[in-house]
């Protein structure tokens, strides 16, 4: 099993910027396939962006594209989305999630999730 808890979210203006951070346990850590997804209020969970076991491939969501970065650490266990030029509309709870079968943008493939972090954007 993998546990896995975010951190690093906040309130923020418009245009501001946010490194969140997942820790992950065990030491298998660089099997998995990592996630971002959110969900806002009153909207369903939506895809953010996933990043290979590897660390060398990673998609986004065209919303946030050219904004946000992923990334993963394999050595200390944990994964970041930096998040820059933030806009209200970004504003969600945030969850990590990890994959025992593939990086993709599909919520029903991630076996573990994190109890999720506040990412709040003010206009």
């Known amino acids: 099993q993998v546990q896995l808890v975010e951190s690093g979210g906040g309130l923020v203006q418009a245009g501001g910027s946010l490194r969140l951070s997942c820790a992950a346990s065990?030491?298998?850590?660089?099997?998995?396939?990592m996630g971002w997804f959110r969900r806002a209020p009153g909207k369903e969970r939506e895809f953010v962006a996933t990043?290979?076991?590897?660390?060398?491939?990673?998609y986004y969501a065209d919303s946030v594209k050219g904004r946000f970065t992923i990334s993963r650490d394999n050595a200390k266990n944990t994964m970041s989305l930096q998040m820059n030029s933030l806009k209200p509309e970004d504003t969600a709870v945030y969850y990590c999630?990890?994959?025992?079968?593939?990086?993709?943008?599909?919520?029903?493939?991630?076996?573990?999730w994190g109890q999720g972090t506040q990412v709040t954007v003010s206009s």
């Open positions: 999630a990890a994959s025992e079968k593939v990086s993709a943008p599909f919520g029903d493939l991630y076996d573990y």
């Open positions: 065990g030491r298998t850590f660089n099997r998995y396939h």
């Open positions: 990043i290979s076991w590897s660390g060398i491939n990673s």
